[in-house]
């Protein structure tokens, strides 16, 4: 097949030609006048500013942090509640958003006119000021109403952010809670140990009272270095001395005080700095309105000008379209002539 014989098959078969591109034109102009108005809504979300997640960092007496919550762990939680399913169905279902389309089946109407309509798009760029990472994060929503489409994507990033910082400040409610719950169990456990150091404590008093009298020591016994003994629960003192030695009469009115004793608490060592650590914690509760997981640097303006179809470009691909078929029909028509 020589270039005379392609110029002379386009000669012969202008009509035809024309007729194949022609029909592809009005073909693609049909379809890019039918095709339905897409309009897409765009809100742009960025990390959040640390002061609005510094109340999630709660310091306690030793200077260390329950948890400590960054923007690198607050931020990737709003990204992937924002793209997860279960949030999409809440804010689907819950808001009736289905209504707004016309189609009787829920599930279908859920897949096809809004999960499929969400996009997200993560930007990474380096802020010269802050010399660190910035994810700039843009959601998109696709509708074939401009103002439909902004209000369902604000109202949904809205819920988002705000079930985001109640689940924050729940994670952060409930490590004080189990905090408070540790502290309690502490102070059981010094309690009890306080009533059964309290029963010991009587059984050996008991104990030296009976070797005292038996030995007829009344008062304290002076020890040879002239040093009176005076603290009867102090263990190095009771090693080095024997108990009876502080007298029958010094022990029987520490046997009646402690048996009279109606609480252990003001004795137990460390019991009230427990009990002011959970004072303090029960003071505290992180309110979930005092978070911003994620800062809206601009919310979704209902779009001018439609996203889809570009109708110049379907044209355009018609016509391509059709200048590829007229060639394979002269391609076609040569073959079958040649070989005839």
């Keep these: 097949m020589n270039t005379d014989n392609i110029y002379a098959s386009i000669r012969d078969n202008i009509k035809q030609i024309s007729i194949i591109i022609l029909v592809n034109i009005i073909i693609a102009v049909v379809f890019a006048l039918n095709s339905p108005e897409i309009y897409t809504a765009k809100a742009y979300v960025l990390p959040p500013e640390n002061k609005y997640i510094q109340e999630l960092n709660l310091t306690d007496d030793e200077g260390g942090k329950y948890r400590d919550y960054t923007v690198r762990e607050v931020y990737p939680l709003v990204i992937n509640n924002l793209q997860s399913r279960k949030y999409q169905r809440k804010f689907f279902f819950d808001n009736n958003i289905n209504e707004l389309f016309l189609n009787d089946n829920i599930e279908e109407s859920f897949e096809k006119n809004f999960h499929d309509q969400i996009g997200l798009t993560l930007l990474s760029k380096v802020s010269q000021i802050r010399m660190r990472s910035q994810d700039f994060l843009t959601v998109t929503f696709k509708s074939n109403e401009a103002v439909k489409a902004a209000t369902i994507i604000n109202d949904y990033i809205d819920m988002v952010l705000a079930d985001t910082a109640g689940e924050l400040a729940r994670s952060v409610n409930t490590t004080i809670t189990k905090r408070i719950n540790s502290y309690e169990a502490s102070i059981d456990a010094k309690k009890n140990l306080a009533k059964k150091i309290k029963l010991d404590n009587i059984a050996r008093l008991k104990e030296a009272l009976s070797i005292a009298t038996e030995l007829n020591i009344n008062e304290v016994k002076m020890t040879s270095d002239n040093t009176t003994i005076v603290n ?21 009115a520490e046997i009646i005080s402690l048996e009279s004793r109606l609480s252990e608490d003001p004795f137990t ?9 959970i004072e303090t914690l029960r003071n505290i509760k992180i309110d979930k309105n005092n978070i911003r997981p994620a800062t809206i640097d601009q919310r979704a303006i209902p779009p001018s000008v439609r996203s889809e179809p570009k109708r110049k470009l379907i044209v355009i691909l018609g016509t391509a379209f059709g200048i590829l078929l007229a060639f394979l029909y002269l391609v076609i028509k040569l073959f079958i002539f040649r070989k005839i």
């Design 232 to 252: 009867m629960e102090d263990d190095s003192t009771i090693d080095n001395n024997k108990l009876y030695l502080y007298g029958a009469k010094a022990l029987k």
């Design 269 to 277: 060592i460390g019991l009230r700095t427990l009990e002011q650590k």
